[in-house]
């Protein structure tokens, strides 16, 4: 960007001291800043033959004025000037809602081009713009901008054109030459204005592509140098483990790995060989054997000589992952201990004693691993179960309880390609897509209200067997703003329905964790035959008794949600079910349910999820991580970012980037952005 385009706005005709506060609301502060202000949407001004327009669409006719325009007043200070207008072969009506000036302006035979919503059944539009005369030849499409204060679009765009007829010329291009003409891309300065006033819809869309790929390949040189710089500089160990050993472990499992278990464990392997730190992500869905990879992972570390440290979110996790590794370590003579905040006193006093002189071999634990007073005598892997329930600083400091150990972070939450290499976008990616042989899948059923009396039969047939189940609702406590089945009430008509013959357990947020715990350890152990509950049984506990799930207003989550709370059942070795009680009103709910009933596999849902609901409300709007584009948009787009993320890998690791002239600017973009902050370039 030159000087002068990082001059105030001020500096523009027209833009005084307090338009400019307005525009700063906006994010415009510079020059530079207005003209990459872009139009989210484009109202289409081609004029349409009203056989092809939809009911309720915005359409653009040309028409001849056939009845005497009428006004009427109605109300206080309403009117409604109306008049026969026709157009082509269509005589329709079009009304102005309190604009009573325009019936001096229209006359019979006049020809005029109006816009407005089409409402087919009735043939009328109802208008927002007026011309006379056929239509001006100013462009088809007018760009719409999100706006604050008094600024108007017409304002905005005068102060844009001024922009670009005095500066256009001093836009400076990013993207090197030879990626343009590969993908045949406008120039930068071209494109940008093409976005602003478009002539053609080809124009547009060629303007569009242009910066979609900018925005992505950006967005990926910053992840991918974060990558190099973060493995370079990690200074990790190289873990030279015992393969003969790690063999003869991974012989003795109780069952085979898959082959998709079996390309992880490589992966994972050939990071702890090599000099660099390991900075991986693992997805599995709920059963897919991560727990067994994480073993194999951790086994591998202690022969090399080192210790292992598994970090997860809750107490009861904790407590089951130390049980099912202690039955896979153990027999080969690896010690693994437990650290939560409930092992207190002389228990606690001792462990952190065997831990610093390196007789413990694996600790798995809470956030309490990352105490102060919890030190390790040589930190050679570390394992983070559903990361994204940790904060990014308490990762950190769990990675520096040792010299620069490896780390891998799990997730049971299957997150879509497109979203795993723009939010992980400067770790690898590991993905177990494959079931163990031999595992049931849950049967899915979607149950109308209706039919709750069958459902609760079902249940108890289940019950009868000895099994357990979930009642799972949306919300707490009764809510005025959305009609859903509550915890609380669901939790006293179980309560009543069942009275003496089972016990009913209710589960919520506003629990203190403590008592969580308490209810979940319950459940586990049978003392609770069914447990109401909301989403927070989401991650984690392993009932292998429980068999049946039931889902109260199965619509209103998200798919990977639902996905996510049927994993809590088919844990064990009996059939399992999930019955999603709903009664969707769109169409959008009524696909969701479908979906669930069709496919088990969490990757082929999360890709659904994400097509259906978009990228914020995949993780949840401001704590993903995920950049805001401007133009590019990840779901659509998702073949340029994967385009872009293969171009940016591609060029961080060439020398030429690092040196050549026609990169500087690729080059100048990445030191503004902090990436390279103390980086000497060879």
Known sequence: MTSLLKNNVQDLKGIGEETAIQLGEMGIYTINDLMEYVPYRYDDNRLKDLAEVEHDERVTVEGKIHSEPSLMYYGKKKSRVTFRLLVGRYLIQVIFFNQPYLKKQMNLQDIVTITGKWDKNRQTITAQKFLKGPQQKSGDFDPVYSLKGSITNHTLRKFIRNAFQLHQSKIVEILPSNLREQYKLMDRGQALYHLHFPDTVDDMKQARRRFVYEEFLLFQLKMQALRKFEREHSQGISQKYDLEKVKTFILKLPFPLTAAQKRVVNEISADMLSPYRMNRLLQGDVGSGKTVVAAISLFSSVTAGYQGALMVPTEILAEQHADSLNELLEPAGLQVALLTSSVKGKKRKAILERLVAGEIDILIGTHALIQEEVNFHNLGLVIT????????????????????????????????????????????????????????????????????????????????????????????????????????????????????????????????????????????????????????????????????????????????????????????????????????????????????????????????????????????????????????????????????????????????????????????YLESSGVMEGEKLD
């Not at 309560?495 to 715990?517: A, I, N």
């Not at 082929?604 to 259906?612: G, I, Q, R």
């Not at 171009?647 to 690729?666: G, H, M, P, R, V």
């Open 385 to 668: 179960d559903e990361q994204h329930r940790f904060g990014v600083q308490q990762r950190r400091v769990l990675r520096e309880k040792g010299e620069s150990p490896d780390v891998l972070f799990m997730t049971a939450t299957p997150i879509p390609r497109t979203l795993a290499i723009t939010v992980f976008g400067e770790m690898d990616v590991s993905i177990i897509d494959e079931m163990p042989a031999g595992r049931k899948s849950i049967e899915t059923y979607w149950a109308k209200q209706d039919m709750l009396e069958r459902v609760l039969s079902f249940m108890e047939k289940e019950l009868a067997k000895g099994r357990q189940a979930y009642i799972i609702c949306p919300l707490i406590e009764e809510s005025d703003k959305l009609d859903v089945q509550n915890a609380i009430d669901v939790h006293s008509q179980f309560t009543h329905f069942f009275q003496d013959r089972y016990s009913v357990g209710l589960m919520h947020g506003r629990l203190h964790p403590d008592e969580k715990e308490t209810v979940m350890k319950a459940f586990s152990q049978n003392e609770l035959q069914v447990l109401v509950s909301t989403t927070v049984v989401e991650v984690g506990v392993n009932v292998p008794n429980a068999t049946l799930m039931i889902i109260y207003d199965a619509e209103r989550f998200g798919l990977s949600q639902l996905h996510q709370l049927r994993g809590r059942v088919g844990r064990g070795s009996e059939q399992s079910y999930c019955i999603l009680l709903a009664d969707p009103k769109t169409d959008v709910g009524k696909e969701r349910m479908s979906i669930m009933t069709e496919t088990n596999d969490g990757f082929v849902l999360s890709e659904k999820d994400l097509e259906l609901r978009g990228p914020g409300d995949f993780f949840g709007k401001k704590q993903s991580g995920l950049p805001d584009f401007k133009v590019a948009d990840m779901i659509h787009d998702y073949r340029a970012l994967e385009v872009a993320r293969d171009d940016a890998a591609q060029l961080i690791n060439t020398k030429q980037f690092w040196k050549d002239e026609e990169y500087q600017s690729l080059r100048n």
